[in-house]
């Protein structure tokens, strides 16, 4: 079964860059598609953008000039940079993999199965 | 970029059905469906549905999804203490080529 994890550091400072790693177990990261997702306190999800496992990527608008998604499958690791953050930035954020139907092969983008447990990133100076 | 509309909140008692909508247009919802997440609190969302009316293995009958031009709708049937959790539904637009959330419903259990 795979799992997902999320790591990295849980306190950011203002203007500096947000990193984390999700490193996927049990199965391989290969011939599926991953994406970034977060949920600032008390509110809804938000995309933040997936990439492929041979690198391509696609960012949501809002995001984009400050979003760098990167994987290395050497690892079974995909990664999240964004630059510039602000106390709006503060949130859980989530990895996941888009779901894949085993009976069809079809991948559908706008679903997420599996999901890591998610970790809170604090903006804060 | 516009999002997905949901109710903010819908109340229901036990074993009563609840259906939850999801409005978008026809470059997402219109276009290819919509998937159904639940949430319950502090814990990662879970998949329901996917491209209105396929549940993973291990998802309950007691959903179904549905959708109506650019509407869609997760109906649960015999309402349960467990049930009453976040549900989000989620699209992905053509037009824009992103991932679209709704603001997600919170759903009550009486």
């Known amino acids: 079964q795979v799992q997902l994890q999320e790591s990295g550091p849980g306190l950011v400072k203002p203007s500096e860059t947000l990193s984390l790693t999700c490193t996927v177990s049990?199965?391989?990261?290969?011939?599926?598609?991953w994406s970034w997702i977060r949920q600032p306190p008390g509110k809804g999800l938000e995309w933040i953008g997936y990439?492929?496992?041979?690198?391509?990527?696609n960012y949501n608008p809002s995001l984009k000039s400050r979003v760098t998604i990167s994987v290395d499958t050497s690892k079974n690791q995909f990664s999240l940079k964004l630059s510039s953050v602000t106390a709006a930035d503060t949130a859980v954020y989530y990895c996941?993999?888009?779901?894949?139907?085993?009976?069809?092969?079809?991948?559908?983008?706008?679903?997420?199965?599996?999901w890591g447990q998610g970790t809170l990133v604090t903006v804060s100076s | 970029q516009a999002g997905l509309t949901q109710p903010p909140s819908v109340s229901k008692g036990l074993r009563q059905t609840a259906t939850l909508t999801c409005t978008g247009n026809?470059?997402?919802?219109?276009?290819?469906?919509a998937a159904w997440l639940q949430q319950h609190q502090g814990h990662p969302p879970k998949l329901l549905s996917y491209?209105?009316?396929n549940r993973p293995s291990g998802i309950s009958e007691r959903l179904s999804a549905s959708r109506s031009g650019n509407t869609a709708s997760l109906t649960i049937t015999g309402l349960q203490p467990e049930d009453e959790a976040d549900y989000y539904c989620?699209?992905?637009?053509?037009?824009?080529?992103?991932?679209?959330f709704g603001g997600g419903t919170k759903l009550t259990v009486l």
């Open positions: 996941a993999r888009a779901y894949y139907d085993i009976l069809t092969g079809y991948i559908s983008l706008e679903a997420f199965d599996p």
């Open positions: 990439i492929y496992y041979s690198g391509s990527t």
């Open positions: 989620s699209a992905w637009d053509s037009s824009l080529s992103v991932v679209v």
């Open positions: 491209r209105n009316n």
């Open positions: 026809s470059n997402n919802v219109g276009n290819q469906g």
């Open positions: 049990g199965g391989s990261i290969s011939s599926y598609y």
